[in-house]
């Protein structure tokens, strides 16, 4: 091995010192920086939020179909037919024959009977979405992915005393 000719006279290299590292030590991950909150004053917020706004007063002048869960039998009562996820329930509306049969298919039951109602968009979210008693909100057309809307259990899309996102202290 051969030293270079620097050290061989007693002199060292001076190599600059490094500039400090930015990015993660060993052994841990590199962190990206968070997004910045799209603000209330983002066009593209406020744009979708109108858009939302629209479909909302569409679907509560709108009369859909809405199936009857499976009841007791057949000289009983039965309600509405719905899904919870997250802890919130769901009642299922479709705005045509055709967007309820996509629904039976995807769950396999496209031969069987499927008994409805027709209530107007505003009767489920004033009346029903009060009446289960717990957060509720509606799934309009749930098989139809990114074309299916949700009217979550908030203010301004349910009454204010049952909307989940209400002032502490209000009554449910």
């Known amino acids: 091995m051969t030293v270079p000719p620097r050290e061989q006279a007693g002199q060292a290299e001076q190599l600059p010192s490094p500039e400090p590292v930015q990015g993660p030590g060993p052994g841990q991950e590199q962190v ?72 039976a298919e995807a769950r396999g039951e496209y031969h069987r009977e499927w008994v409805y109602q027709t209530i107007l968009g505003s009767r489920l979210l004033d009346v029903a979405v009060p009446a289960a008693g717990v957060p509720c909100g509606v799934a309009l057309d749930c098989a139809d992915g990114p074309d299916g809307v949700v009217f979550p259990p908030v203010r301004g899309v349910v009454p204010d005393e049952v909307a989940v996102d209400r002032e502490e202290g209000a009554a449910i």
Do not use: H
């Not at 406020?46 to 009857?68: C, D, G, K, S, Y």
């Open 32 to 103: 990206p920086e968070p997004a910045p909150e799209p603000t209330l004053e983002d066009p593209e917020v406020e744009a979708r939020r109108q858009r939302f706004i629209a479909v909302l007063e569409e679907f509560r002048r709108t009369a859909v179909l809405v199936p009857l869960g499976d009841g007791p039998g057949p000289d009983e009562e039965r309600g509405l037919l719905t899904a919870d996820w997250n802890g919130v329930r769901f009642i299922l509306a479709f705005s045509d024959g055709q967007a309820l049969a996509r629904y």
